[in-house]
Nanobody, 124 residues
Framework: QVQLVESGGGLVQAGGSLRVSCAVS????????MGWFRQAPGKEREFVAG????????NYAKFVKGRFTISRDNAKNTVYLQMNSLKPEDTAVYYC?????????????????WGQGTQVTVSS
């Protein structure tokens, strides 16, 4: 069983920065590709960013436009999402997800394990 625990969400003003983290336990972290998704009220959960097991391949949603950076520290079993130039429309619950390594996926159903989410609120 794999457990994912997000942290680092909060309230930030537009234009500000925030870093959310996801700590993974229960299995060998390096065996998993990781992803970040988000879900705003009344909207479907959507892909934000993904990273493969060794960090050599990353993929971003178009709306990220160079503002967000996904990274991982395999020694700490943790994946990060650094978010800069935040906008009010970035307000959402951010979820991390893990999948047995088959390459980075942008699809919700491609992931096997999910965290409980962390709220990010961007004020205007």
């Amino acid at each position: 069983q794999v457990q994912l625990v997000e942290s680092g969400g909060g309230l930030v003003q537009a234009g500000g920065s925030l870093r959310v983290s996801c700590a993974v336990s229960g299995r060998t972290f390096t065996g998993y590709d990781m992803g970040w998704f988000r879900q705003a009220p009344g909207k479907e959960r959507e892909f934000v960013a993904g990273i493969n097991l060794n960090g050599g391949t990353v993929n971003y949603a178009k709306f990220v436009k160079g503002r967000f950076t996904i990274s991982r520290d395999n020694a700490k079993n943790t994946v990060y999402l650094q978010m800069n130039s935040l906008k009010p429309e970035d307000t959402a619950v951010y979820y991390c997800a893990a999948r047995t390594s088959l390459g980075v996926s942008r699809i919700l159903n491609g992931y096997d394990y999910w965290g409980q989410g962390t709220q990010v609120t961007v004020s205007s």
